[in-house]
């Protein structure tokens, strides 16, 4: 059996971010993962250039059923406080669009900071080491894993969500949330592709790989403007990922195809100038022909020159390329989603510490807890914020 001050389950950002923090203040430090690499979401995070934070980031970047537990940790350590960090070890990194920062290189240069941190702070990290079990001792707590036991006085849980499975991830955390009774809400895949029914699967075959600039927004009323993709599953891209978060089963999502223009205005006055030019012609120059084409063999709209067009039909054009609306079959679940929506209930956690309240000793952090960011860096500044936050009070 070995001794520590603290055991981390999962060497994750979370984890190995809590880790640092907490070896700093002289505890001693084990993280524990059964896998054989360290950070392995992050390695293969933002196409492998990992999108650690954003500079634009806030509380209103992130679901959770108390949309005032993020606001403490993310004040506390904040995304110049990470960009600090990668400074300071001479990270190359860039700005891509909507503040969202990668590195120029690899996303091993993340995990490599983290590792280096742990090690100035005294961590250890054991690889291969699969958590069995926790039990509660009078001392803290027990751990058994597939490599042998361990004891600590604080125990924190960075296991992380559900998402692609192949990666390590695993319902050990909600397990042991719920082993010392605290409530874990239900979970789900987000940040995730859409399937489609047959219908419109067979419909947009053939617009794999086209992508469109568009506005998205899902029942609720949430919005992003960003890229949609057609995939031959279904529909994928940033804006798509970023309303799967706020998508439930049934509903429909409505994507504006031309956001920056107001279609009727335009045909009117394209009318006047260039009447026998066809609809199909004038919109292939603002949206993929391809799109367009099935658009019009499905009689969605109309094949006609623009003089031929009724007031009615430009109006009735304009609301189906304004709000187009897709009902997709459901998504493409854990296996390729970027993060699980839902975890271990916020209620149960102090805002400061992420301890638990009715289980002293008891850490949760990351992606394990029902704190779920949009797409762009979010989701890592969140693991940043909890790690420091637990790790200076674990
Ligand atoms: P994380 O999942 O990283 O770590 C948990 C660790 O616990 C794993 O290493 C696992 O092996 C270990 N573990 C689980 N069960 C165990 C057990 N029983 N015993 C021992 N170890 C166990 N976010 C972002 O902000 N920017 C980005 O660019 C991306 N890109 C991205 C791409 C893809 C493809 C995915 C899947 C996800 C992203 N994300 C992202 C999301 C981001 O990766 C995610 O939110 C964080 O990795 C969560 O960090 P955690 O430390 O909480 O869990």
Known sequence: MQEFDVVIIGAGAAGLMAAATAGYRGRSVAVLDMGKKPGRKILISGGGRCNFTNEYASPDNYLCQNPHFVKSCLSRYTQHDFIELVDRHGLAYHHKTLGQLFCDNSAQDIVDILLTECEWAGVQVMLRSEVLAVSKTDAGYQINTSAGSYQCQSLVVASGGLTMPKLGASPIGYKIAEQFGLKVLPTCAALVPFTLHDHDKQRFDGLSGVSVDC??????????????????????GPAILQIS?????????????LPE???????????EQQGQKSLKNTLSVLLPKRLIEIMIAQNDIPDKALNQLTHGEIDSLANYIHQWQIK?????????????????????????????????GLFFIGEVIDVTGWLGGYNFQFAW???VACGGAA
């Open 385 to 387: 914020s909890s790690g």
């Open 261 to 271: 223009l107001n279609l009727a205005e335009h045909i009117h006055t394209l009318r």
């Open 328 to 360: 997709p079959n459901g998504t493409e679940g854990y296996r390729t989603a970027e993060v699980t929506l839902g975890g271990v209930d916020t209620d149960e956690l102090s805002s400061k510490t992420f301890e638990a309240k009715k289980a002293p």
């Open 215 to 236: 506005l998205v927004s899902s029942e609720d009323g949430t919005q992003f403007r960003e890229n949609i993709l057609f995939t031959h599953r279904g529909l994928s």
């Open 245 to 257: 978060s706020f998508w439930q089963a049934g509903q429909a999502i409505t994507i504006n195809l």
